[in-house]
């Protein structure tokens, strides 16, 4: 019995492997044909009904399997629905992350938050997203790293490759040095880059005192990038205006300390010699 | 049988996204019409109702399409109600987000509590929001990422845009210069400033001594700006006074130090040598 | 069958804000005779009452209309309702966050906790007191910024407008100097401040030796001020304060290092030589 | 029928104001004639029963009038209770932190965990407690700061004034200086203190070496003094252990540090010139 | 009606009392009896027992109490009960933190996890338990604050008072010095110390160099003592460390700095100028 | 009876135990079988499946058992079950993290999130995957920790074993230095390194110039190398830059800091002496 | 009656006592007869399998005793169960923690995560385990401090005691040393401790240059060590490396600083004085 029971379950499992296998080919076959037909969409969105129907395929028909496999090895299955009403209550709501993590995954593909090959943030991770699921989303850091993340746990989602990136570049000035003299040369090699730099979008701005240090006045540019170029160009200006203020001689100070020496008094030196 | 599913599904899928179109232009022609009628509202109030009705028409759409689909596919519906019990409560803790989420939403539509243009900040993004949607807002930030905030997780909002804005800038004064000599160097300053930035409202306020810090007097600037000028008043005032004390020969002054210098005593100095 | 539905949809609209407006006004008229009769309470209770009664007139006028809508749509609601068990789980749970804004916002109003014009602290936001409603409170931050806060996320409130507030003022005096003189000195400051300002409730006290700091010796001074006005008196004091002890001679110490010049040995110096 | 409906609410609320106003006579009138009977108990606890009487009845009258008013306006009533499933949940869920506030309230008063007058400290606010109610604890901060926390959310209290404060002053001493000299010092002037300040109990006790710091050797010493009073006994201290210290010629040390100075090399010189 | 609901509610509170009263007493003579009888339990569980049915039996009176009084006064019963689904979802939420006490200190007192003068520490207050009740535990701090603790918010306790503690002391010693001289008289100077203090259990361990610091070399010295006497034994070290360290001529270091002087560039200098 | 009970119990017990080992074969077996057999899927993704179904037998095994033995000592179940509607709810609650555990765990093993061997990273814990299982999985860091982590905790999971990693370095130069020539030999440097260490993907690259720090101008190297060698290459190549850079004479700064040494005015050192 | 009770509870607590007693006995017996016959398994899991059934059959006898004594005193029970709906929800919540401790309790023992004598870290204590439990778990930290966790709080456990340990030695040396010549002294050092101390598990490792800090060249070492040897292990290296060192006239260098010292300007300082 325990012998055929095993064979039910693995009859089912080879059942479903082609029934998965073959539904896919016709979702991709009806898109295909679609393809030619008097509705267009986006590429974009095209991919992305299509893998929303072939996962929605996928965790059907193994639900259903889930469900026949419980059914064959029927013995523990009334066992287990003996204790329905605290059991019930238990997977109720121990299922509930996965029931979030669907939800939440339909908004994201449904709502098109983000695409794969886009730059997003969540709250604990940030990178290339490298594959969107039903339940799961895969981003891949810069530095090689896979975060996997359960969608249910993606509240808040910042998508970089929707809008152009700010460049953002502090640069500090000697309290002594003259400021207008320093925005004068550091506006004339803004005016320089936009013909160096094609990520960049317009030339980039100075916007004045950022802040009055305790060691230095601190000037910030910005520029407008092409999306993600941001990291990219803020060092190649950073470079830039190093070199610049060297040549023009502008000095970028290092912290500065006012220092008084003093002669200690001589009754305390006594009672301590 | 599941090609005929298949087919249903797409049906029931292009007469949606039929009604969705032709209900949006109804929307939108009954407001049209409104506009010479005898009932006026801002036309904010009438972005923001059309967006709403809108947005309710297009999820009870979707909503009905999707159940009128669960039912094409019968017999994985079947299987799926059979175990409604636990289903039902996974499912209904599941989905309170996003129950949460369309109910917030309408309260921030209905409550007007910011609109699209606004500079917001929510617990954990800020920007300018770009979008109001029954189940997502998209924000803005200024360098260039977008925040996309599921309207649940906004509990409270900071509003930019509603009141006039607050400069602040703080200026530090060494402890051994005059105090109101620099007031005085200020105050001269500040009443010229309404003439030259209009994006003041009135003359700026010189509060006082804000802290005795370690090294320097810090001397408080306010000035009130129209919405969200205050970043850019800011910097224009701290240029303004960093050049102003550099003419009238008042210190901006650097951290300080008081060394007194010691002969270490004989007895331990034999010992380490 | 769908254009008479949009129109009953609007006709309850409509009929909505007339019923709001007109219950509105009788509310205030009601309070305006009262008035003059025999029962009296203070003006500030009876703004609170009126607000409370137009709150709970236009939300329940409100929710009335939004069921009647729905009831009209009658073919999604029926759809809705299908699932009754399920999604009346999910909205019981999603609506929970409302519930909960309006019995606090209902505490709120009702206890008297805070009132418009008031300066108030909540966890995260403090400012000015704008507005409060049953389900949302504003308030004005003195930056401008205006934080909309659902009254269940208020949990524990500070109220700064109730009681006389007290400005705290700490003072560096150097180790060498004379703590009694330099106490002295501060005491015959602190008596002659009342007279100098209305803002001030009787003379500020020197409470004595705060802490003794690595560099310093901490006095620390109170003054009881009206409601909010001690962030003004407590600069007036550091700037009387910083002038009074120039005078007098009294040294606010900057920060103090002894330091020990020592020659390294030999042994050490030749293997990096 | 809306113009009855007003008039019956009124007419609830004044009857409403009335019991509770002779019910709050009633009960006051009751415990004086107690207090001339047999049963002795505490004042304090007297107050405490007294406030809780009052605060039941006031509670149980409101909550009786806003069911009644609630069946006046009849017809929100229905149309909220058609959906009572739904809202039956959201209102029992929302509902649970007013109960779980009476709850906590009910037995801080039943406990005598604090009284009115008491200093205590929760998890976020600390103060002079002003008033103690069944659903709200006001606690008055020194500073003038009024907070109002609900008793649900005072999880852990701390009493400061049922046992003696204990004042905890640090006095650091220089490595280089004697430490039983020191130490006889202050063991010599903290035997004179019980005779100076009455909120003494006792001696103050020299625990002896708190810490080995980096510049200086710590030495803690702590008093026991009435309740509260810690804060003026440590300032006190602070100041006679200063000049008795500088009487004494024992030093207070400043940060210290030992300076090697070096040539740089010379092949590292070069590259930089 | 009301005044004799008011008397059954005073007959039922003062019968109460003094079925605690007489309870009390029953419970405190079985236990004395006992006591000459065959059954030996320590002391310390004895205590306990009684706390236990004392606790036991007046909240049960109270509970029987507040449902007789809430029974007397049955118009308010009534129509609570009316919406006794909502209301009772919302007691039976509410009312769980007071169950989870109950539930906890039952278990502190059954499994003796700390007993009255044990020296205990939760998540957040540490200090002498001064009392351990069914709901909530008192914690007396050393600094004479009384900490008064839900038992249901006592999720990890440590506790001080089981075994023997142990004492800590890091020592520094300069990196110029001599590592095995210093460890020599250090373990000469531990093995004298068993004699001076009886709280230590045998001789203080040497472990050996803990850290390589910036500045010095950490070494580390541990004692074991009786329970909670480590914090007197360190302190006793940390002075005769210092006092040996001295006679030896062994010096603890103050921090070091390397420092290269050096000439600024000309070409720098001259723009600043 | 009790001991026949006690004889069932070890009867249940020692069966289950040769059930598990018999299945345990019974599925290796097949599982050996097959793969002679025409269906191929890869050796990891069978190893997986086998876990899976040996963890889904053992637990089911163990989960009838238990309520065979609770079964058996009947008297205890019957008063266990007497209180069920609580007991139920209790248990309901208390074993969500159970099922929560067991879901995630199977989506771990289904989904293929990560291997045994695999460096993974959650939210607490990293290290090598050391054994997955359907409740828990364990993870040993490299210092030799083992984590034991319910699945259920898993929610986040960062996999660093399916991409290349990279390994990033950041060197600083002197501001003094020329930045040009410093890049011009790091790169040389850089061309040289694929040669020397095989775990390396290509030339490393050079991205300019990271920040512009207070004493020093940062230039980061990043490397692209196999899965899990950043780490190793990333000390080879700070060894390789930091020999080159002494070489060619680039200086590695020091913190630098520009003193003003200045006499204190007159009048105050009066007062202090 | 209330006698008669007292009496039947003492009974009935007596009988449990006896019961338990009785019960661990047969227990024991068992396990010492199987200890001679065919069935081995490690001594232990024995004694874990030992106290799991002790620890179970007291916990149920205590259970059905309390059930009993609760039917004795059937006046409360009875007013106990008449608000059942709302107490039976109050105390399914409040019990959930405890059902919860059993259940992980019960995992910790069967899946053997760790046992008496290993060293373990939870989320919020680490330490020696002193015993486990079926509710709670005794932890013994190195300082003498007895943490008792429940084990429902025990969410991740780190159990030091199964692997080897690995022992880290970060050592700094001068940037201007000679890093190669340094590697080769470490290196010799390490290959001749093995033989010095029989812990170590092979040579340790020199891994390389660990970061560039701001003043000196961090190089990491690494040594393999029997289980919780790393500490000491560690310490002895230190030792070692820094006598070594010493011994080489290899700096381990202080923390460095560049000055500038610079002139003030003089119109700077004319203002100031």
Redo the contacts between chains.
């Keep these: 019995m ?2 055929k029971g ?1 064979l039910n379950v ?1 009859v089912i499992l080879i059942l479903s492997y082609f029934i998965i296998k073959f ?1 896919k080919q ?1 979702i991709q076959n ?1 898109f295909k044909r679609r393809r030619k037909g008097p509705f267009k969409i986006t590429q974009r969105r095209e991919l992305t009904l299509v893998k929303l129907l072939e996962n929605t395929l996928t965790y ?1 028909v193994y ?2 399997a889930a ?1 026949m496999i419980l059914d064959t ?1 029927s ?2 299955v009334r ?2 629905l ?19 993590d ?3 995954g339909f ?1 994201i593909i449904f ?1 098109d ?2 695409s794969v090959g886009d730059y997003i ?1 969540t ?3 940030e990178g290339f997203v490298e594959e969107i699921g039903l ?2 989303t895969k981003i ?11 969608n ?2 993606i ?6 490759s ?5 460049a ?1 570049v ?3 000035i ?4 003259d ?2 003299r320093a925005e004068t040369v550091i506006e004339n090699l803004l005016e320089e880059l936009p013909q160096r730099y094609q990520e960049l979008k317009g030339t980039p701005d100075l ?6 240090g ?2 230095d ?1 601190v000037l ?1 540019v910005i520029a ?1 990038t092409e ?1 993600m170029e ?1 990291w ?1 160009i803020a ?2 200006i ?2 830039e ?3 610049r203020l060297d040549e ?18 001589h ?2 030196m ?4």
Tied chains: 1, 2, 3, 4, 5, 6, 7.
Excluded: C
């Design positions: 325990l012998g095993v693995l539904g016709v009806i059907m639900f259903t469900i090895i013995i523990d066992t287990l003996a204790g329905a009403g605290i059991a019930g209550l238990a997977i109720g709501f121990g299922a509930q992350n996965l029931v979030k669907i939800i939440t908004f709502e938050q983000f943030q709250s604990s991770s339940r799961t891949k850091h810069w530095t090689g790293k896979l975060h996997i993340i359960p249910g746990s509240v808040e989602v910042t998508n970089y929707v809008h152009n990136s700010i953002v502090d640069v500090s000697a309290y002594e040095g400021i207008k916007l004045g005192v950022q802040s009055l305790s060691s006045v910030r407008e999306p941001h990219a060092r190649a950073r470079k205006l190093k070199t023009q001689g502008i000095e970028i100070p290092f912290p500065r300390l006012v220092m008084y020496s003093r002669q200690e008094e009754e305390i006594e009672t301590t010699s």
